[in-house]
């Protein structure tokens, strides 16, 4: 079939429903209203308001109790209607998701997926486009997936509820229904832990993921350059091997993402590529990113989010050394 | 050994029905017609203001909005209940409350075209900016509480939250510090009957919602007709008289007659017979039938008043679309300070042109 992302999650997630008895599906307006973006639309009717609940305003309850399904052999999927309202379920997160499985060796176990839309660029109001996806990598724990199209997120999803590990699952909103692909009607895995090559090149190495992946490719595309595309699709655990050989191959890297600057992804693959492939490097490594502020209001967004002009002259900074 | 060890309930009170007939032994004797009068025309104009934003959502020329349809009487009787020094705090839907408490109204549309320096919000205004978390700012609401009662200045605070965030745990906690702290905290769940497409039954198994003040130890609780502004006032107004004794909760049965917001479909969920229902209980209809009866309300001093303030708006608006943002400020308000590498980054997205691109 020909699928938006939203399509392809909800089939996603009928799938994992269909398959998994214990599998139930958790979060504000799930159920009736299908979610607010619709990803859930039509499972409640399908498999009733036991398996697809509409919960409580609660997100530190929903991620919590999932946490109890998780343990007592439920595999939960909560939504989280936004990423910024995520942060008030942080400490079930941090204090717990990440952390049952190590702190009993191995006795305890926390299979969910926890699935939230991120990024902005939809002039949304405040508090509902944040990209929070070094938080949740950078605790250790959590497996930290972000898909930047429906062919992947479909399959990032059934792999993921393949795993007995707590996933954080990122959904660019903007991409949400931003364009179609051919995505298969029956189950299939896309692999968690391996990056993308979009497009294989010998001058530059653009390692992107998200919201960043259209606007790379977009970039890339104009200027005709040989540039290397490479989109993560997990953050964490990072596929560090496709990065350092690819930066290997070209000897100059960019790294490009929507989440603010400093402190972020971006720190931690420059930081690898330095360890592990600085004589290869013929440039600085430089980074694209927003501004190291907290998420404007929508108004202001345009000057916060990396355009294309930003990565174009970044991509002109690193060729010209 | 068995006693009871605790027992409690929660009254209603209304005191204008929805003819417009009000029971002469629960009107208090500071409403008088004229006092009416005001709250209608407060009631009528956020009416009017409100579709106005609503429009402009439509039109592109505002981002996500969140209507009060249904919801003035609260807002409006809540609001007028303050004294000047009261300080409210908000969710993100109590347009009429800062209608009511003197807040430019060009900032108002300001903040819906997405500008942050809408909300440098007048100090006399006393209230916080738009919170969007839902419950978020009724810790919040405690601390300034505590701040009044600390600095003994005699003000009350109101704080609102929506019959959704009862069900956060921040909603509990806020109570809690109120009924343990005996701050003049004065709680008002404005309780619209749904959250997004969730109805209360959904979010509670309680009867009531005020009925959580009860468990926090909060003396002060009462249930409202919400779309009832006179009862809403009374119940405000001597919940903040009686503020330096200690906090309250007021539940306000109200009803959200449009969507959750403009990006939400509510036929979606929501039966066309229950919206059919709270139609005569409009607030708004209710005050024009009794301050009709006598002659102090008619469709053309409704139009009139209309008239009169439709300029007003119109200027707010053209005010509020002639404001040109500066990318700048993003980076001068985030600290006290300006750090080195903050200034750095600003500099080169001004030498680079960052910000004239596409985004």
Known sequence: MMANMVTALNSALSHILENDKDAVVLGEDVGKDGGVFRVTDGLAEKFGDDRVIDTPLAESGIIGTSIGMAISGMRPIPEIQFAGFMFLGFSQLVNHAARYRTRTRGAFKVPMIVRTPVSGGVRTLEHHSESPEAYYSHMGGLIVVEPSGPYDAKGLMIKASKLDDPVIFLEPTKLYRLFKEEVPDEPYEVEIGKAKVLREGNELSIITYGTMVPVVKSVVEKRAIDAEVIDLRTINPLDEECIIGSVKKTGRALVVHEASLSFGVGAEISARIAEKAIFDLKAPVIRVASHSLPYPFPGYEKYYIPNELKVSKAIDKIMSV | MKKEAFSGSVTYMQVMDENGVIDKELMPNYVDDNKILEMLRYMVLAREIDAKALSLQRQGRAVTYAPLLGEEATQVGAAMALRKDDYFVPNFRQHAVYLVRGLPMDLYFTYWRGYEEAQKIPENVKGLPVIVPVSTQMPHAAGIAYAQKYKKTGAAVIAFVGDGGTSEGDFYEAINFAGAWNIPLITIIENNAWAISEPTRKQTAATTLAQK???????????????????????????????????????????????????????????????????????????????????????????????????????????????????????????????????????????????????
């Open chain 2, 213 to 359: 003040g009860i468990a926090a130890g909060i003396k002060r609780i009462i249930q409202v007709d919400g779309n009832d502004v006179i009862a809403v006032y009374k119940a405000v107004r001597e919940a903040i008289e009686a503020s330096a004794d200690g906090p309250a909760v007021i539940e306000a049965l109200t009803y959200r007659m449009g969507m959750h917001t403009t990006a939400d479909d509510p036929t979606k969920y929501r039966p066309d017979e229950e919206l059919e229902r709270w139609k005569p209980r409009d607030p708004i209809l209710r005050v024009k039938k009794y301050l009709t009866a006598k002659n102090l309300w008619s469709e053309d001093i409704e139009a009139k008043f209309l008239e009169e303030n439709m300029k007003k708006i119109d200027d707010a608006i053209e005010k509020a679309e002639s404001f040109v943002p500066d990318p700048k400020s993003m980076f001068e308000s985030v600290y006290s300070f300006m750090p080195a590498v903050l200034q750095e980054e600003m500099d080169e997205a001004v030498k680079e042109n960052f910000w004239q691109g596409d985004s």
